[in-house]
């Protein structure tokens, strides 16, 4: 069975400082997508990042990045000089064959990133 | 302005009251999802569409009930909830059935049962 956890609930720093969000998941299929998406207070899910089983190559973008390691079944997401605007809550999500290409989440993170 | 719209934003009803929820997305997708999210718990997924047809119920009660009348349109009606309820209600769509590209999430409908 496929499973996402965040064992991160809450997140607290000072704007500037990097904070980096943990995932783990499991799967047993070979062929498998992980997501991040972020919810802010509106409530919308908004896309990040999408990453096939296959593609180890870590990820940048603009102060995002990404750091997927398949031996340690791992997703982790770091967001660099953290702003104010970064305050949401964070799902890492996971896709396989096995649970019929539904998304499955985990709890998420909320950050609070404070001035 | 989000290519998947929730109507109302916001709503509170009464135990004995019936609503529906809108959704409404305009991508082109073929496959339509509700997810439930309440405090402190993980999206639950409640149903799945694909082109019109309902591929997925997760042993959600019938006081939920779920219309798609064409591939961009999807309802959830409510009647006789419980205040077990409230909950923010989230859309989502895929250009087909299965997550492997994501899905675009609309806004969500905040839910108060009263």
């Known amino acids: 069975a496929q499973k996402v956890t965040q064992a991160q609930t809450e997140i607290s720093v000072v704007e500037k400082e990097d904070v980096t969000l943990d995932c783990v998941y499991e799967t047993r299929d070979t062929t498998y997508y992980l997501f991040w998406y972020k919810q802010p207070p509106s409530g919308e899910l908004v896309f990040l990042i999408r990453?096939?089983?296959?593609?180890?190559q870590n990820e940048i973008s603009g102060r995002y990045s990404w750091n997927f390691q398949k031996s340690t079944s791992s997703f982790n997401f770091t967001i660099t000089a953290s702003q104010v605007v970064d305050s949401a809550v964070y799902f890492c999500?996971?896709?396989?064959?096995?649970?019929?290409?539904?998304?499955?989440f985990g709890k998420g993170t909320k950050l609070t990133v404070n001035p | 302005e989000t290519g998947v719209t929730q109507t109302p934003r916001h709503l509170v009803m009464g135990m004995t009251n019936k609503k529906s929820l809108k959704c409404e997305q305009h991508?082109?997708?073929?496959?339509m999802y509700w997810y439930k999210q309440s405090a402190k718990k993980p999206l639950e997924l409640m149903f799945v569409?694909?082109?019109?047809?309902?591929?997925e119920n997760n042993s959600v009660p019938s006081r939920f009930s779920p219309e798609c009348p064409n591939s961009s349109h999807l309802f959830l009606h409510l009647h006789t909830l419980q205040p077990e309820d409230s909950a923010l209600y989230l859309c989502?769509?895929?250009?087909?059935?299965?997550?492997?590209?994501?899905?675009?999430f609309g806004s969500g409908t905040r839910l108060t049962v009263v």
């Open positions: 569409y694909n082109f019109k047809e309902q591929t």
């Open positions: 999500a996971l896709s396989d064959q096995g649970g019929s290409e539904k998304l499955v």
């Open positions: 990453r096939n089983s296959f593609d180890e």
């Open positions: 991508l082109g997708h073929n496959a």
């Open positions: 989502a769509s895929s250009p087909n059935r299965g997550a492997n590209y994501g899905y675009t």
